[in-house]
T-cell receptor, first 115, second 111 residues
Framework: EAGVAQSPRYKIIEKRQSVAFWCNPISGHATLYWYQQILGQGPKLLIQFQNNGVVDDSQLPKDRFSAERLKGVDSTLKIQPAKLEDSAVYLC?????????????FGPGTRLTVL | DAKTTQPNSMESNEEEPVHLPCNHSTISGTDYIHWYRQLPSQGPEYVIHGLTSNVNNRMASLAIAEDRKSSTLILHRATLRDAAVYYCIWGDAGNNRKLIWGLGTSLAVNP
């Protein structure tokens, strides 16, 4: 079974530039998550989708971050404009269902450096 | 806010058992306890989860205290590949089982 795919793996941009990350979840997984992980910290949930609807985006900085999940499969996360404090690893995860103790499967992450 | 407390770091020797403790004193009766681990430069990986009873799988065992205020992840024979950050997390039953991650325990395994 193919895992969660993310691209790019690394990205370096200047502050105030825009950047987009892509995620392809495991086939058949209805729930998709985007996390931000700052160095030395645990992941922080940015947004959770159930199919193509948003379940939780309470910690998404909506003035600069946006995310969409077209047709309930692939997802993109965008930052516009980027700030220095956005330097982090952005992790995508998917699970079969939402709710309950469902195992989340994580991709390798995209490491973003904002200069 | 992270709702679990774990030691920042622990050390073990290869082929010895490892007991990783976690305190979650404010957990509710319906919140599951999850453990994930994150190897260097990789995304987190599911290890195990439980509610009330002790749980075993091919990777580890989870011992949950009777009052559910603490739990222990047990790696029966540590290998060098088990060196990782181990996160004890609870799924917030009141928030669609949202996982709130803390800082985790960094486990070093000595050969």
């Amino acid at each position: 079974e193919a895992g969660v795919a993310q691209s790019p793996r690394y990205k370096i941009i200047e502050k105030r530039q825009s950047v987009a990350f892509w995620c392809n979840p495991i086939s058949g997984h209805a729930t998709l998550y985007w996390y931000q992980q700052i160095l030395g910290q645990g992941p922080k949930l940015l947004i959770q989708f159930q199919n193509n609807g948003v379940v939780d985006d309470s910690q998404l900085p909506k003035d600069r971050f946006s995310a969409e999940r077209l047709k309930g499969v692939d997802s993109t996360l965008k930052i516009q404009p980027a700030k220095l404090e956005d330097s982090a690893v952005y992790l995508c995860a998917s699970s079969f269902l939402a709710g309950g103790p469902n195992e989340q499967f994580f991709g390798p992450g995209t490491r973003l450096t904002v200069l | 806010d992270a709702k679990t407390t774990q030691p920042n770091s622990m050390e073990s020797n290869e082929e010895e058992p490892v007991h990783l403790p976690c305190n979650h004193s404010t957990i509710s009766g319906t919140d599951y306890i999850h453990w994930y681990r994150q190897l260097p430069s990789q995304g987190p990986e599911y290890v195990i989860h439980g509610l009330t009873s002790n749980v075993n799988n091919r990777m580890a065992s989870l011992a949950i205290a009777e009052d559910r205020k603490s739990s222990t992840l047990i790696l029966h024979r540590a290998t060098l590949r088990d060196a990782a950050v181990y996160y004890c997390i609870w799924g917030d039953a009141g928030n669609n089982r949202k996982l709130i991650w803390g800082l985790g325990t960094s486990l070093a395994v000595n050969p």
